[in-house]
T-cell receptor, first 110, second 113 residues
Framework: RKEVEQDPGPFNVPEGATVAFNCTYS??????FFWYRQDCRKEPKLLMS???SGNEDGRFTAQLNRASQYISLLIRDSKLSDSATYLC???????????FGKGTSLLVTP | ETGVTQTPRHLVMGMTNKKSLKCEQH?????MYWYKQSAKKPLELMFV???????ENNSVPSRFSPECPNSSHLFLHLHTLQPEDSALYLC????????????FGAGTRLSVL
């Protein structure tokens, strides 16, 4: 089983739509969880950390379900500028690094 | 700008060449990382340095040789690469290695002919 699994998509949604991504992870001992965003041919950038109680940052809401070992990202009122690849990131078994998922591609259309 | 600078941004090299990639971070972090990103593959962790000491080597071939002279600088020395080594090489840093948020440089896009 891969350490971090995501549906690669692509998710094609119209502007203003709400879209949700899920991610599952294999290491039950993981303590840190993040969503990163990567634009085409650019470096990954932190979108938001994910906390056990769930957290919100503007139009973005992240949830963590430890029992089922999955993380979600909800984007409300999608903008064209939200088009990117969203990477699910989980702390690794070794404790020295992070494991990155393959990413979920989102395309928001006019 | 994330505070992590990589040079060069693009590199084309032959299989017999020797070249080096450079990464510098201005964030006061103690951990630095090299990743490889190939098309349609997830980020692959290559090396981790924490306080200048290598703490992880993810079974990377010896034709890739990292060097960390201090906490702010990280190099990746390349020699006798193969065409399948063509990829985006990303450097990242974090306060310490482990679970901390990582900040990435813009990457070096490498093509091996």
């Amino acid at each position: 089983r891969k350490e971090v699994e995501q549906d690669p998509g692509p998710f094609n949604v119209p502007e203003g739509a709400t879209v949700a991504f899920n991610c599952t992870y294999s290491n039950s001992a993981s303590q840190s969880f993040f969503w990163y965003r990567q634009d085409c041919r650019k470096e990954p950038k932190l979108l938001m950390s994910v906390y056990s109680s769930g957290n919100e940052d503007g139009r973005f809401t992240a949830q963590l379900n430890r029992a089922s070992q999955y993380i979600s990202l909800l984007i409300r009122d999608s903008k064209l500028s939200d088009s990117a690849t969203y990477l699910c990131v989980v702390s690794s078994n070794s404790g020295y690094a992070l494991n990155f998922g393959k990413g979920t591609s989102l395309l928001v259309t006019p | 700008e994330t505070g992590v600078t990589q040079t060069p941004r693009h590199l084309v090299m032959g299989m017999t060449n020797k070249k080096s990639l450079k990464c510098e971070q201005h964030l006061g972090h103690n951990a630095m990382y090299w990743y490889k990103q190939s098309a349609k593959k997830p980020l692959e962790l290559m090396f981790v340095y924490n306080f200048k000491e290598q703490t992880e080597n993810n079974s990377v071939p010896s034709r890739f040789s990292p060097e960390c002279p201090n906490s702010s600088h990280l190099f990746l020395h390349l020699h006798t690469l193969q065409p399948e080594d063509s990829a985006l090489y990303l450097c990242a840093s974090s306060q310490e290695s482990g679970s901390d948020i990582q900040y990435f440089g813009a990457g070096t896009r490498l093509s091996v002919l």
